[in-house]
């Protein structure tokens, strides 16, 4: 299952559920910054738990539920996370912007009302290399108060 | 007609508008170079030299050829033209011809039916190669006696600034030797491009770049063809730093996409990107400072060496930087100040934010609270008697005018609030955070300020413009603005920048900017702090000239007073290139108006430091930055976070290790970023003083946070620990043992380096 959609693929030799996303699947939100796990670009959630597509072997999600970001608003309708995001002028040029997406998603599941340091120790495995985390970390804030 | 008063515009200059691209890059939705994709699309890989030096023997392309999904494989020999790129020299082959000059150059390219067979058919690319000793000490390489890397010799450039009386003696004079280490751009998004072959014959180019135009001066003529047929579309950029100004696979996409008659896609892997761009310049500085006994400063003497790498890049003008801001934003009625450039066999290194004024702002830095030291006075304080003012010169004998509030920027800074003492109960706000290693017993805390200065724009007589394309249209009723440039948006805001100016100048609600393209003339590039002055600009004459037109056709009523829209029965188009004031060229002692205007910052950096382990938690980071204007204030301190982020990596953890030109580190497990956990808050303070060149005197702000940042940082770490800590990044053992860095060479700050000796 991806997005909630039961999809087939042929799980190539060595390669990545994020390769098997973005180049068999379509769905390039996930992004391939680091191929090692360091940066968090390529977050999903699978079945529920927080992954970083790139070390996971596409075979390995086989009857499992993959969800990627594309997964969590549409275009006139974002996520609270996402509007967040937005609102609180956390995207830069955006490369990392899925990941800490999906990532603050994942907390918040677990820890509605998270604090800085809960929120830097949950985040502290997604990468960005513009913002400086400031706003990022305002944003997931303004997010958790959306939620209440 | 309406005549009702119109309804107040939302995101005009000065207010927080949220970007227009945020929302798809949320969502995923929004398309990175990296993402495109199109039918009967070929992957590209390249072959890389393992070896910082080496003749090329002899290449055997035949096993990658005859691998199944291989489509080409293309050497030097197959190269359309022998042109040579380069950002300021022309100096860089396609693919390596009969020469190596340093780890990682291209030496050949496939493409093949999907990105795994390309990896595995480069690697069957078999390449013999005679290695050569590599020349890595800069120093070495600029001495008469070094083997010459380039058929010009090693020297890249060579800046003299002399002012004043350049042997100028004082009451009280303070040395250093200084060292920078290689710092990388890191931006998450990789290099990439897909190029599409046209029927033409020519070729369009998706890519993700900093200056859409330079890129294309120097594909056509490599590939031998006119500009006329090679088009480049800016794709989505992930970051850029100064890292994307250079060509990297922009040639080698458009070569296989002619080649094959197929669409061919490149992207870097985040090993090859290490190897794939060029990094900041590491350097070597000798600095000496006179001041009287009162804390007026002399003379500032100082010798720079910046190690250009295997190729040119954007080395000239990081050296003239280096040399022209030299001496900080103070008032220094003497000094020499000599910096060269030098090819190595390391990696090609070029922009980096901040270029240049980085290197040399961390030493007179440096120098600053050594001076004050000698003179027992507060380090604030000896900044604030000797900061520029308005009228007064820097050394390269430039009077700063317009704004330049230095003095104001310091003691702002120094005031903005102190963080809270260390919470002893919780180890991971202590250095080493979640490591957990201390309850505080080695912990030290200290506090320091720095300030530095570059300039905004291209400098030194360079032809800088910008053009903008405004229509102004009316859809179902509306108005609506169609802004062309061909400004690339890499993260840092332009995008918002052109809106809220249309906005703003127009008195229009709904603006649109386009994608970016060459079918309008260049914006420059993105780096130097120059696209708000520049395209933000570009924009606001364009939309001055739309306004002239909306006026005449009022034809006598306040446009103010009617529904814009009921006067586009026609659209109105406006094109405008926009030039800033011409600078001059640099003289032999670079003595004269060479540059457009100056940005200035301060910093102030609160560390604890663990003297036991020799680990640093910055606390906070305050700033006063002058921004001119704020167009979008919530922008901009993104911007100030950001480049300290920057800042702060250079200071204590970014460093792309080498050895024998060697990269020991290609990798983000190895080369550290800062992430959440080593960022403290930062305190921003904008310091808005319009300079009355630029659009709604707005400054531009992408670079200071860079420049003092680190320095305000290792001085901290210096004030908590009486180390000397002449070198960056800080590393546990600088701090434990006191470990300091130094060249083998002995200079006396001011010599020329061309002829130093050992010792």
């Given at each position: 299952?991806?997005?909630?959609?039961?999809?087939?693929?042929?799980?190539?030799?060595?390669?990545?559920?994020?390769?098997?996303?973005?180049?068999?699947?379509?769905?390039?939100?996930?992004?391939?910054?680091?191929?090692?796990?360091?940066?968090?670009?390529?977050?999903?959630?699978?079945?529920?738990?927080?992954?970083?597509?790139?070390?996971?072997?596409?075979?390995?999600?086989?009857?499992?539920?993959?969800?990627?970001?594309?997964?969590?608003?549409?275009?006139?309708?974002?996520?609270?996370?996402?509007?967040?995001?937005?609102?609180?002028?956390?995207?830069?040029?955006?490369?990392?912007?899925?990941?800490?997406?999906?990532?603050?998603?994942?907390?918040?599941?677990?820890?509605?009302?998270?604090?800085?340091?809960?929120?830097?120790?949950?985040?502290?495995?997604?990468?960005?290399?513009?913002?400086?985390?400031?706003?990022?970390?305002?944003?997931?804030?303004?997010?958790?108060?959306?939620?209440? | 007609?309406?005549?009702?008063?119109?309804?107040?515009?939302?995101?005009?200059?000065?207010?927080?508008?949220?970007?227009?691209?945020?929302?798809?890059?949320?969502?995923?939705?929004?398309?990175?170079?990296?993402?495109?994709?199109?039918?009967?699309?070929?992957?590209?890989?390249?072959?890389?030299?393992?070896?910082?030096?080496?003749?090329?023997?002899?290449?055997?392309?035949?096993?990658?050829?005859?691998?199944?999904?291989?489509?080409?494989?293309?050497?030097?020999?197959?190269?359309?033209?022998?042109?040579?790129?380069?950002?300021m020299?022309?100096?860089?082959?396609?693919?390596?011809?009969?020469?190596?000059?340093?780890?990682?150059?291209?030496?050949?390219?496939?493409?093949?039916?999907?990105?795994?067979?390309?990896?595995?058919?480069?690697?069957?690319?078999?390449?013999?190669?005679?290695?050569?000793?590599?020349?890595?000490?800069?120093?070495?390489?600029?001495?008469?006696?070094?083997?010459?890397?380039?058929?010009?010799?090693?020297?890249?450039e060579d800046v003299r600034v002399v002012h004043g009386d350049p042997a100028a003696?004082?009451?009280?004079?303070?040395?250093?030797?200084?060292?920078?280490?290689?710092?990388?751009?890191?931006?998450?998004?990789?290099?990439?491009?897909?190029?599409?072959?046209?029927?033409?014959?020519?070729?369009?180019?998706?890519?993700?770049?900093?200056?859409?135009?330079?890129?294309?001066?120097?594909?056509?003529?490599?590939?031998?063809?006119?500009?006329?047929?090679?088009?480049?579309?800016?794709?989505?950029?992930?970051?850029?730093?100064?890292?994307?100004?250079?060509?990297?696979?922009?040639?080698?996409?458009?070569?296989?996409?002619?080649?094959?008659?197929?669409?061919?896609?490149?992207?870097?892997?985040?090993?090859?990107?290490?190897?794939?761009?060029?990094?900041?310049?590491?350097a070597?500085l000798?600095y000496e400072h006179g001041?009287?006994?009162?804390?007026?400063l002399v003379f500032v003497r100082a010798t720079i060496?910046l190690?250009?790498?295997?190729?040119?890049?954007s080395s000239p003008a990081v050296v003239a930087n280096a040399a022209c801001f030299g001496a900080g934003p103070y008032r220094v009625p003497n000094a020499l100040i000599h910096a060269v450039g030098?090819?190595?066999?390391?990696?090609?290194?070029?922009?980096?934010?901040g270029f240049g004024a980085v290197q040399s702002c961390?030493a007179y830095e440096?120098q600053m609270?050594?001076?004050?030291?000698?003179?027992?006075?507060?380090?604030?304080?000896?900044?604030?008697?000797n900061a520029l003012q308005d009228g007064d010169r820097i050394v390269t004998d430039q009077p700063v005018v317009g704004s330049e509030?230095v003095?104001?920027?310091?003691?702002?800074?120094?005031?903005?609030?102190?963080?809270?003492?260390?919470?002893?109960?919780?180890?991971?706000?202590?250095?080493?955070?979640?490591?957990?290693?201390?309850?505080?017993?080695?912990?030290?805390?200290?506090?320091?300020?720095?300030a530095g200065f570059k300039n905004v724009c291209y400098s030194h007589a360079f032809?800088d413009?910008?053009?903008?394309?405004?229509?102004?249209?009316?859809?179902?009723?509306?108005?609506?603005?169609?802004?062309?440039?061909?400004?690339?948006?890499?993260?840092?805001?332009?995008?918002?920048?052109?809106?809220?100016?249309?906005?703003?100048?127009?008195?229009?609600?709904?603006?649109?900017?386009?994608?970016?393209?060459?079918?309008?003339?260049?914006?420059?590039?993105?780096?130097a702090s120059r696209?708000?002055?520049?395209?933000?600009?570009?924009?606001?004459?364009?939309?001055?000239?739309?306004?002239?037109?909306?006026?005449?056709?009022?034809?006598?009523?306040?446009?103010?007073?009617?529904?814009?829209?009921?006067?586009?029965?026609?659209?109105?188009?406006?094109?405008?290139?926009?030039?800033h004031r011409p600078t001059e060229p640099r003289n032999a002692t670079t003595q004269n108006d060479g540059h457009v205007a100056f940005l200035f910052?301060?910093?102030?950096?609160?560390?604890?430091?663990?003297?036991?382990?020799?680990?640093?938690?910055?606390?906070?980071?305050?700033?006063?930055?002058d921004?001119?204007?704020?167009?979008?204030?919530?922008?901009?301190?993104?911007?100030?976070?950001?480049?300290?982020?920057?800042?702060?990596?250079?200071?204590?953890?970014?460093?792309?290790?080498?050895?024998?030109?060697?990269?020991?580190?290609?990798?983000?497990?190895?080369?550290?970023?800062?992430?959440?956990?080593?960022?403290?808050?930062?305190?921003?303070?904008?310091?808005?003083?319009?300079h009355?060149d630029?659009?709604?005197?707005?400054k531009?702000?992408?670079e200071p946070?860079?420049i003092s940042?680190?320095?305000?940082?290792?001085?901290?770490?210096?004030?908590?620990?009486?180390?000397?800590?002449?070198?960056?990044?800080?590393?546990?053992?600088?701090?434990?043992?006191?470990?300091?860095?130094?060249?083998?060479?002995?200079?006396?700050a001011g010599?020329d380096?061309?002829?130093?000796?050992?010792?």
């Open positions: 299952m991806v997005n909630g959609t039961p999809r087939e693929i042929e799980a190539r030799e060595h390669e990545s559920l994020l390769t098997a996303l973005r180049e068999q699947l379509g769905l390039p939100g996930s992004k391939d910054a680091c191929e090692q796990g360091e940066c968090g670009s390529c977050s999903v959630l699978v079945d529920g738990e927080l992954v970083c597509s790139c070390l996971m072997l596409s075979g390995a999600a086989a009857e499992r539920d993959v969800r990627t970001v594309e997964s969590f608003g549409t275009d006139g309708a974002l996520h609270p996370v996402q509007q967040a995001f937005v609102d609180a002028g956390a995207v830069q040029c955006g490369f990392c912007t899925p990941g800490f997406v999906v990532s603050t998603i994942a907390l918040l599941q677990r820890n509605p009302e998270p604090t800085d340091p809960e929120i830097k120790e949950a985040l502290a495995g997604n990468i960005c290399r513009c913002t400086g985390y400031g706003k990022i970390l305002e944003a997931v804030h303004r997010a958790a108060g959306s939620h209440r | 007609m309406s005549v009702a008063a119109r309804p107040r515009l939302r995101g005009v200059v000065g207010e927080s508008a949220p970007r227009s691209d945020a929302p798809p890059k949320t969502l995923g939705s929004f398309l990175y170079a990296s993402d495109l994709a199109r039918d009967g699309m070929l992957h590209g890989a390249t072959v890389r030299s393992p070896h910082a030096r080496a003749r090329i023997v002899g290449i055997d392309v035949s096993a990658a050829r005859a691998m199944p999904g291989v489509v080409a494989v293309l050497t030097a020999a197959d190269l359309p033209t022998r042109e040579k790129f380069g950002l020299r022309l100096d860089q082959p396609v693919l390596a011809d009969g020469v190596v000059r340093y780890c990682g150059e291209p030496v050949a390219l496939v493409a093949a039916e999907d990105a795994e067979r390309a990896r595995l058919a480069a690697q069957a690319v078999r390449v013999a190669y005679e290695p050569l000793p590599p020349l890595t000490d800069p120093v070495a390489a600029l001495q008469p006696e070094a083997p010459r890397l380039h058929d010009e010799g090693n020297v890249i003696t004082a009451d009280v004079v303070v040395e250093g030797e200084y060292e920078i280490g290689m710092q990388d751009q890191a931006a998450l998004g990789p290099e990439a491009g897909l190029a599409i072959p046209d029927p033409d014959g020519g070729v369009t180019l998706h890519i993700a770049t900093q200056w859409l135009h330079e890129d294309l001066r120097q594909i056509a003529v490599c590939l031998g063809l006119p500009e006329e047929k090679v088009r480049l579309v800016l794709a989505g950029v992930g970051g850029a730093f100064g890292a994307r100004e250079d060509v990297t696979l922009q040639i080698h996409a458009c070569l296989l996409a002619l080649a094959t008659r197929r669409p061919v896609r490149m992207v870097y892997g985040r090993e090859e990107s290490f190897y794939g761009h060029v990094h900041r310049h590491p070597r000798w001041a009287t006994r009162d804390g007026t060496v190690d250009g790498g295997g190729y040119a890049s030098a090819y190595t066999n390391n990696p090609p290194t070029g922009a980096m934010r961390f440096a609270d050594k001076l004050a030291a000698a003179l027992r006075m507060d380090p604030v304080a000896l900044r604030m008697r509030p003095a104001e920027l310091v003691r702002r800074c120094a005031d903005l609030p102190l963080p809270g003492p260390a919470a002893a109960d919780d180890p991971v706000a202590m250095p080493g955070g979640v490591g957990n290693i201390t309850r505080g017993e080695g912990v030290r805390r200290g506090t320091a300020l720095a032809d413009f910008s053009t903008a394309r405004v229509r102004l249209v009316r859809e179902r009723g509306e108005a609506v603005a169609y802004v062309l440039t061909a400004a690339a948006e890499v993260g840092q805001g332009i995008v918002l920048v052109c809106e809220q100016v249309a906005r703003t100048a127009l008195g229009v609600q709904r603006v649109v900017v386009e994608t970016p393209d060459t079918s309008i003339g260049s914006a420059g590039s993105s780096s696209q708000t002055w520049m395209t933000g600009g570009a924009v606001l004459a364009a939309c001055t000239e739309v306004t002239a037109e909306l006026v005449r056709r009022a034809a006598g009523r306040r446009l103010e007073d009617l529904d814009i829209a009921a006067l586009l029965d026609e659209p109105i188009e406006r094109l405008v290139t926009h030039r910052a301060a910093h102030r950096a609160t560390v604890d430091v663990d003297v036991e382990t020799g680990l640093v938690k910055v606390v906070q980071v305050a700033t006063s930055q921004v001119g204007r704020a167009i979008n204030p919530v922008a901009v301190v993104g911007q100030l976070e950001g480049g300290i982020a920057q800042g702060l990596g250079l200071a204590v953890m970014e460093e792309l290790q080498l050895r024998d030109g060697q990269v020991r580190n290609a990798s983000f497990t190895d080369y550290l970023l800062p992430t959440m956990l080593d960022m403290p808050p930062v305190v921003c303070d904008l310091v808005e003083h319009p009355p630029a659009p709604y005197g707005a531009g702000v992408g946070p860079t940042s680190t320095p305000a940082i290792v001085a901290a770490i210096r004030a908590a620990t009486g180390r000397e800590l002449n070198r960056v990044p800080v590393r546990p053992d600088d701090i434990v043992f006191g470990t300091v860095a130094r060249s083998g060479w002995r200079i006396r010599d380096p061309r002829r130093a000796a050992r010792g």
